[in-house]
């Protein structure tokens, strides 16, 4: 049995979705059982995010506008894929149905004037839900019996909205019951990613990019003989491929070492994805759907490799750092615990964060799609410490990104942080922020984004991790 997750960038357009059908059409071909687990269409989660935002906000024609968007785009797709009458009409219904969905949740949300967490998960959860539905329509109509499957339905989860946690042997329960006995009818499950349920039925999501979490559940659920997830690079790199041409593939990695570079940021894996796979002794495999020869990076409990400790450079841009400044002797380790826990009510996501008591400044990373609803958060947050002057100001800085340099030692015994500082001490990369754990394993800074790529060279080079005669990773 094999599970197979399809992210954004997999299913962009139209033209995405066809490559996907094939790919799975293939998959089928050579094993009787394959469950599909798919995220939303690039972009959309960020989308309906947006309309809930400006909703509460009362930005209504903001809000009209992402819909019709959506509307257009999900049609567009629809027709491009779908030839038959009927089949192509039920799924553009279910389209206009979920949106209409979202449209009246929106207009609630124009009188309440507040998004909570909840709410964002129920809007937020669209997406999954619509090209679902697209692709099994477009494998029925290429002769793949294949049916939609809603993950709120047999994901259980708790109540930790935003990023709730699957009661598994609930899930478990459920999985079975559900997907098995479609797969011994020869159907494909095309399953929502990202989202779940609580016991009562209350939508949740699993957190930012929670499709691999998904796959990984279910994967562990069903006993999967491995899980691939399919992104659009050729599995972990040691850098963005965009960035560095010598970037090589990882194509064989353990359980911890993917574990550690998801953590740091490797946008190619979910941090949570490993646990479930690692229990069960389940292989993960990351492949590129838009190069699905390349075999990709394969995880496993002990790889077959030459010895050597992993180094990787993970860069993530589109990032803005909100700064809370103090005034004087009031601040107290109590104005980043209000600062994260309002965040958190609020649905955004800290990636980083800094304090510095000398200089009273407390710095937060978030998305920069993040930025105004975070600021807007911490100035009701603050408003009267504003007020008394307790603290100075609330400040952006962007756009920014990130860089964290992972792995162990190199071949010559110095760790990477020493050689990471050397290499921006050569390079004259002005660090606005630094995170480090007391092992010298890992490093992130943050940087203005017009560095990133001339840095994340000079370290990749400074590392040698462009060296193809090294030993195969």
């Known amino acids: 049995m094999l599970v197979m997750k ?6 962009g357009d139209a033209t995405r979705f066809a490559s996907v ?5 293939e998959a089928k071909s050579r094993d009787e059982q394959v469950v599909v687990v798919v995220s939303a269409m690039s972009g959309v989660t960020n989308s309906l995010i947006r309309a809930a935002r400006a909703a509460a906000e009362g930005d209504e024609a903001t809000c009209r506008r992402i819909g019709e968007e959506l509307l257009t785009l999900h049609r567009d797709t629809c027709e491009a894929l779908i030839a038959h009458a009927g089949e192509r009409r039920d799924v553009c219904w279910f389209i206009e149905d979920r949106l209409r969905d979202v449209e009246r949740f929106c207009r609630s949300l124009t009188v309440l004037r507040e998004l909570t967490v909840r709410g964002q998960d129920a809007v937020s959860s669209i997406g999954e839900k619509l090209s679902a539905h697209i692709l099994a329509a477009h494998l029925r109509e290429q002769g793949t019996r294949a049916q939609a499957v809603d993950a709120t339905e047999i994901i259980v ?18 999985v079975r019951g559900k997907l098995l006995p479609l797969l011994e009818q020869g159907v494909v499950p095309i399953l929502t990613g990202y989202i779940g349920a609580t016991a009562e039925g209350v ?19 069903l006993d ?6 399919w992104t659009d690079v050729d599995g972990i790199l040691t850098a963005d491929p965009n960035i560095v041409s010598q970037a090589r593939p990882l194509r064989e990695l353990s359980y911890v070492e993917a574990a550690e570079l998801a953590c740091f940021g490797a946008e190619v894996l979910h941090p949570k994805t490993i646990k479930p796979l690692e229990e069960r002794g389940i292989p993960l495999r990351i492949v590129n759907s838009f190069n699905p020869t390349d075999p990709g990076t394969l995880i496993v409990k002990k790889p077959q490799r030459t010895p050597r400790h992993v180094q990787a450079i993970i860069s993530t841009k589109g990032l803005s750092l909100i700064g809370v400044a103090g005034n004087g002797d009031a601040w107290t380790p ?3 615990a209000r600062a994260l826990s309002r965040l ?3 649905g955004v996501d800290v990636l980083m964060f800094t304090q510095s008591f000398s200089e009273r400044q407390l710095n937060l990373l978030v998305r920069q799609g993040d930025m105004e609803h975070g600021l807007k958060a911490l100035q009701r947050e603050f408003q009267g410490e504003l007020e008394r002057g307790v603290i100075a100001r609330l400040g952006v800085q962007y756009p920014v990104a990130t860089i964290s340099v992972v792995g162990g030692p190199g071949e010559d015994g110095l760790g990477i942080v020493p050689k990471t500082f050397a290499a921006l001490g050569k390079h004259q990369t002005k660090v606005i922020s630094i995170a480090q754990a007391s092992l010298e394993y890992n490093v992130s800074f943050v940087v203005t984004e017009d560095q990133v790529d001339s ?8 590392l040698g991790l462009g060296n193809f005669n090294a030993p195969p990773l």
């Open 157 to 174: 989860t708790d109540d930790h909205f935003g990023a709730a946690n699957p009661l598994m042997i609930e899930t478990r329960e459920r």
């Open 6 to 11: 399809f992210g954004g960038t997999s299913v």
């Open 224 to 229: 999967a003989d491995e899980v691939w997830i």
């Open 203 to 221: 939508t949740t999501t699993l957190g930012r990019g929670g499709s691999d979490y998904t796959a990984a559940i279910v994967g562990a659920c």
């Open 334 to 336: 109590e104005v980043a």
């Open 344 to 346: 958190a009510r609020e």
């Open 455 to 462: 840095t994340v060279r000079l370290i990749h080079e400074e």
């Open 21 to 25: 059908a094939q790919i799975i059409r």
